[in-house]
């Protein structure tokens, strides 16, 4: 499957994005979808992620309650959408494509970078203090 990312820009905190991850060479539906960021200096770090059917979603401390992950299986594509975003949130946003899991996996399988083998080629989100 191959991942492009797409939506990411320069915003004023306070304000919001909607990023987007369009997927080609097979259907979404046969794979756990997840968001990493990395900032300049640190490493790749969870964002959220949202399971092969829709069914769960999970969300990073740093990001709940202000953000949501969301998929369109007719246009093959998952969603990030952003609010309220905090300097804090400049990062390069990376899309990742992982094996579906099954029903007894925790938190943990979803959040965890070693899941996903697929990934974007990142789209930068820079917020303005």
């Known amino acids: 499957v191959q991942l492009v990312e797409s939506g990411g820009g320069l915003v004023q905190a306070g304000g919001s994005l909607k990023l987007s991850c369009a997927a080609s060479?097979?259907?979404?539906?046969?794979?756990?979808m997840g968001w990493f960021r990395q900032a300049p200096g640190k490493e790749r770090e969870f964002v959220a992620a949202?399971?092969?059917?829709?069914?769960?979603?999970y969300l990073s401390d740093s990001v709940k309650g202000r953000s949501t992950v969301s998929r369109d299986s007719a246009k093959n594509t998952v969603y990030l959408q952003m609010n309220s975003l905090k300097p804090e949130d400049t990062a390069v946003y990376y899309c990742?494509?992982?094996?579906?899991?099954?029903?007894?996996?925790?938190?943990?399988?979803?959040?965890?970078?070693?899941?996903?083998?697929?990934w974007g080629q990142g789209t930068q989100v820079t917020v303005s203090s």
């Open positions: 949202i399971t092969w059917n829709g069914g769960r979603t």
């Open positions: 990742a494509a992982g094996d579906r899991g099954t029903v007894l996996n925790r938190s943990a399988y979803y959040t965890n970078r070693q899941t996903y083998a697929y």
């Open positions: 060479g097979r259907t979404i539906s046969a794979y756990t």
